[in-house]
């Protein structure tokens, strides 16, 4: 591992496990889920109000800093930390997720990916080297390999190909890399659905060395079974003592089901996404705020949940707020989820050091499933 | 004056005055800015952040909760101030000033206004019985009187017809509201440009008797010249011992000069309204955060303000979230705007008390045009 970086797991239960990932800007205690801060922003919310919800980590994305406002321009202004106001660490992606499923158009070769910006039609160019290059003058404190991302359904020569590119360019990087201390570099299992590609993938970066490995290429059209099936093949195949991280995952569901398979980070734009379009994540499942029925509901969301925004308004209020499209909504709401998301991976480690994580898998979905129809209560 | 309220002038410089209105939800020290929430909601900030602001009221606006959520729903839900969770006074309007403004189709008669919604072209009629049967069920602590508000410029003739016509439903007015212990219902001066019209309203409101007297009818497309001329006219007409309440004014300028001429309450959309346009108010004048200018300047608004606000994020940043188009961006200049407002206010009636107010204008608008155009600090 790279020097100034350490993994220590504290307890196991099964194949799921909880510990820290110890970077100089902060520990990040695990099973994590890092807010996305696509711009740098988690949209929405200050970064004061992401601390408060106990999240360790947030990501940013190297595509769209690296178009706006410049990742140079971030270097001048002190780093992406200094520029958001986020002290602790931060993940950057590799950019390649976002170009294939954001550029308007894009050319992949052996070297790397030539793309027009969303923005402004402008021309920019992504290998390995411009990549790291990049997150280097985010000063990002874990950054990604540039690999190549095929969504589901896929011919399986497009997923073999993909993968191998991949691999070549997980070699790239870390040259690339050069071992910044207190700095991580995660390579990217990659291989879509068939479980010998994956393998594969996962010997061969774990050949190379890296400070921990992401699982890509999975939550991007495929089945929730295959995604698991894919994990209970992948994860035991990773080396033990490095962390685990699984791109763009998830639901609520999909995390404790990936937990409960050894994975030790999340990042998903969910909570946030669905925050601006009206909908909670609470311990009785997804509330739709847009729906007529919260319009006389004078209960907060949760009652008994420790943060503001799912215990001081009514449902009635919110319900207000998103039919008038109003910016306090989308706070609010936000607020409550990413709140939600990081009570979850609490729960989740605080169950695994007790060793108690199936129980606590199956009251959280017992949870989910029960609902909350009860009607309104008369006081 | 209605029993369980009171007015207290402290200081007077000039004609500025300086002192507080004593309700039993709060106390507003005067001359006060009533941050504009409009549909329940400060435009992208939680009521604690208002508070947080130093604002002792807000204003709330009749015709866009009674078209959405309802006022019988609000009432159901236990109240505005439940509602929205602000705890302190609440100002409401008659809704007749959005009437004119922003229903599509609306048709006036001597009873009251007929009209539709611009959300979903119902029908809907305020009269001035009406208009305070709403502001009751919203339990507003400071309720205006219906009237008919003419955009300048306009012809004598319909600006004389208008004040008679507010004069006859201030009367109806009074007599609906009938003296609600602990509730204001203030008066509103109409007659456009014409002084002996204005002059004639505030006879009329005085011998009617009201808890307030607020000024309507100006910043509607009058230079400012004419505005502060109808204050000279019109403050002196009014009774000493009640508050002066100018409305939808204004600018920082309209609000200094306007405190000048005796005016003790003032509300405007601009701080909410520029803060989600990419504009900030500071010591130094009108920041436009679009402007290229900002795209790499590290320093804050301003350094020495004690809101986060305007001292934590660097204006590189903030230019990037206004052109991001980022939530975070209208929610941090909207708190900066209302803080710096707040604070204008607080400075206002502290030079008030120590019989300064004419050197702290001058300086405040030597502030204002000197700028703040100097190169960001080479540190």
Known sequence: MTPGISFRIDATDGAARTGALSLPRGVVRTPAFMPVGT??????????????TGADIILGNTYHLMLRPGAERIAALGGLHKFARWNGPILTDSGGFQVMSLAAIRKLDADGVTFQSHIDGSTHRLTPERSLEIQGLLDSDIRMQLD?????????????????????????????????????????VQGGDQPDLRLESARGLTAIGFDGYAVGGLAVGEPQATMLAMLDVTAPALPADAPRY????????????????????????MPTRAGRHGVAYTRFGKLNLKN????????????????????????AYLH??????????????????????????????????????????A?????????????????
């Open 39 to 52: 711009a740098g922003t988690v949209k929405a919310m200050t970064m004061d109000e992401v601390k408060a």
């Open 148 to 188: 190549e991302c095929v969504a589901l359904p896929a011919e399986r020569a497009a997923l073999d190909k993909a993968m191998r590119l991949s691999l070549k360019w997980a070699e790239r990087s870390k040259a690339a890399f050069g071992g910044t201390e207190g700095r991580a570099l995660f390579g990217i």
């Open 246 to 269: 699984l791109m763009g995952v998830g639901t609520p569901d999909d995390i404790v089901e990936s937990v409960r398979r050894g994975i030790d980070m999340f990042d998903c734009v």
């Open 292 to 315: 007529a029925r919260h319009a006389d509901d004078p209960r907060p969301l949760d009652e008994a949940a420790p943060w503001s925004a799912a215990r001081d308004y009514s449902r």
């Open 320 to 361: 207000h707020l998103v039919k008038s499209q109003e910016i306090l909504g989308a706070m609010l709401l936000t607020q409550n989820n990413v709140a939600y998301y990081e009570a979850l991976m609490a729960g989740v480690r605080a169950a695994i050091a007790e060793g108690r994580y199936a129980d606590f898998v």
């Open 363 to 379: 009251e959280t979905k017992a949870g989910w499933a029960a609902g909350d129809a009860a009607e309104p209560d008369a006081g």
